[in-house]
């Protein structure tokens, strides 16, 4: 199938917050809003029952359980989305992805390279392991043959075939979002995009009837 576009960008962490932020506006809001009003009935059932009979432990309980569970509902994603960024930074990686598009389906590669990695580049031989030195001749050999020198970096493949997925893209303020089966979620930034690009890529999810 025919290449449409191809794009290359990496997310800040502020872009991940704001991604995971409209993820959860999306997908959980309105179940989260359908959890407060039944366990509100239930804290107000409780009041009106420690009113009628402040004895009955029941309504004391019953209150308690309902306002707990209230204001967890609420903190959980704020938890969640902490936790998540405290593990990315952590984690100590630099993430640049290349997307695809494709008639038929949506690659996308992520490069991945270790905040850690060693950068210097040694020569090894007989009389041990010595740092190429510039102008030596083990450094024109490398100018020469760049494939000489070994690269840690990782490269992970994703394939999504539209037949088979289902993906949504959303304009949000300064992400274009790819929104994955309920449950997943790419951000792609339009600081990484030009003008043109920025239209090609939404009028390939326009033309798929994806947004």
Not at 153 to 172: C, F, G, H, N
Request: hydrophobic share 45%; aromatic share 10%.
């Amino acid at each position: 199938m025919n290449e449409n576009l191809s794009i290359k960008f990496d997310n800040r962490p502020e872009e991940i917050e704001a991604a995971y932020k409209a993820f959860h506006t999306k997908y959980t809001l309105r179940r989260k809003l359908l959890y407060t009003v039944i366990y509100l009935i239930v804290v107000v059932l409780a009041v009106d029952l420690v009113i009628r009979d402040y004895t009955n432990p029941a309504g004391y309980i019953a209150g308690g359980l309902g306002l707990g569970i209230l204001v967890f509902n609420w903190i959980k994603p704020v938890l969640i989305r902490k936790k998540m960024m405290q593990g990315l930074a952590e984690l100590g990686t630099d993430e640049t992805y290349m997307m695809t598009l494709y008639d038929d389906r949506i690659e996308i590669e992520t490069e991945i390279t270790s905040a850690e990695k060693e950068t210097e580049i040694v020569e090894i031989n007989s009389r041990g392991v010595f740092p190429v030195e510039e102008g030596s001749p083990a450094a024109k050999e490398i100018a020469e043959n760049p494939e000489l020198v070994r690269d840690d970096t990782q490269i992970e493949k994703t394939v999504y075939r539209l037949a088979e997925t289902e993906v949504v893209m959303s304009d949000v303020k300064d992400l274009l979002l790819l929104f994955v089966n309920r449950s997943f979620i790419h951000a792609v930034p339009k600081r990484c995009l030009g003008t043109d690009e920025m239209l090609a890529f939404k009028a390939y999810f326009e033309e798929k009837g994806l947004i």
